[in-house]
């Protein structure tokens, strides 16, 4: 049985294939419409969500299946005190497949090794939203036609915006890929994304406070919102909420086919005058986002069903509570007798990253 956790737990010929699913189900949508009858998703959403929630259920009614769940952690036990491990061991007695969304980085991860279902992670913390980079590399796909040779500018909260550390991931991948980071300093990209993945990859990276300067270049742009969520000053949210804003006077100098995408909800780093601009795809994006879970699902049941069984990780190749992880929004400061899980880092000589949010801190 799989789940999907973040993006490595896919080959890059596994997202070639979801891409293929989904362009396929985009021409032929009758041809899925009862591929899913009789089967059961459960939503688990600890924090809020339009989009991913919605269009997870959307996937699968089109998909002929039915929906259940919660989208505020305060209506589900997690409110009495329930762990993560036993709520993914209760609803696999209800349902077929769980999409979870937890303010806890590494919380899916918890839930998939409990889980005897396949779990999705629809957003951990600051970590990790995998099903949002789908979305975000079939958009990509069916705009510029290809995966590969692309400048793509990352604007914004690179720090805490999960879906820029999960399509880095995934476009890494990819051959010619060139990545700029348009942030203040402050909302830097975390030196694991730069270092044990971008480096460690051979991708091309530069990193700059101004957008205007190099708009020119790219060919897809990726503006973010600020995550205020996740900030633990206030004062500095203030200060930091309005570093960026795209405007018509600004896109004069982009090229003329560039993309611009954005996960969404966008607060105010695209005018809303932008939205007319041929070269805003942040509202189709939104519509592929379905499209890719109705991909998704259909192939993680149909490999739950061919191997229904919960394989035990190997987790031989960690260290085991030797360091006690320091990231405040980690899973492991909240769930019950957890281990401590550690990779030694192979980029950065005397680190390791945390197995669960994938916090870096010195051996
Ligand atoms: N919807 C995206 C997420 O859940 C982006 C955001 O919230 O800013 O990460």
């Given amino acids: 049985m799989r789940s999907l956790i973040d993006i490595p737990d896919l080959s890059t010929a596994e997202i070639d294939e979801l891409i293929r699913t989904a362009m396929d189900i985009i021409d032929n949508p009758g041809k899925y419409s009862e591929k899913c009858r009789g089967k059961k998703l459960a939503t688990l959403f600890f924090e809020p969500s339009t989009r991913t929630r919605l269009s997870f259920e959307a996937a699968m009614l089109e998909l002929g ?9 305060a209506s589900s036990s997690a409110s009495k ?34 889980a005897t279902i396949p779990v999705i992670n629809a957003g951990d913390g600051g970590h990790a939203h995998p099903t949002q980079t789908l979305t975000d590399l079939l958009t990509i796909y069916r705009e510029k036609g290809r995966l590969n040779d692309l400048t793509i500018g990352f604007c914004g909260d690179l720090k805490y915006g999960r879906t820029v550390h999960s399509l880095i991931t995934a476009l890494s991948r990819y051959t010619g890929i060139r990545v700029v980071l348009i942030s203040p300093l402050e909302l830097m990209l975390p030196s694991y994304v730069r270092k044990d993945i971008m480096r460690k990859n051979g991708v091309p990276y530069v990193g700059t406070e101004s957008l205007e300067d190099v708009l020119p270049n790219l060919d897809v742009l990726y503006m973010t919102r600020i995550q ?15 570093s960026y804003v795209l405007t018509p006077e600004k896109l004069k100098n982009a090229k003329s086919d560039m993309c611009i995408l954005h996960p969404l909800p966008r607060v105010n780093e695209i005018s809303i005058k932008v939205d007319k601009d041929p070269r805003a795809c942040y509202f189709k994006q939104v519509l592929n986002g379905k499209y890719i879970r109705m991909a998704l699902i259909l192939k993680l049941l149909e490999e739950a069903e061919k191997d229904p069984v919960l394989h035990e990780e190997d987790l031989s190749h960690l ?45």
């Fill in 228 to 242: 205020g969520e996740r900030f633990e000053s206030q004062e500095e949210y203030e200060r930091l909420k309005d």
């Fill in 319 to 363: 260290l085991e509570n030797k360091l006690v992880c320091d990231n405040p929004r980690c899973i492991t400061t909240v769930e019950q007798e957890l281990d401590q899980l550690f990779e030694v880092s192979e980029a950065e000589a005397g680190t390791a990253r945390c197995h669960y949010c994938e916090n870096k801190m010195k051996l």
């Fill in 81 to 114: 005190g329930e762990s993560v491990a036993d709520t993914a061991k209760v609803i696999s007695c209800y349902a077929d497949i769980i999409a979870m969304r937890h303010p806890k980085e590494g919380a899916p991860y918890v839930a998939s090794r409990n």
């Fill in 65 to 73: 299946g039915s929906c259940l769940g919660f989208s505020l952690a």
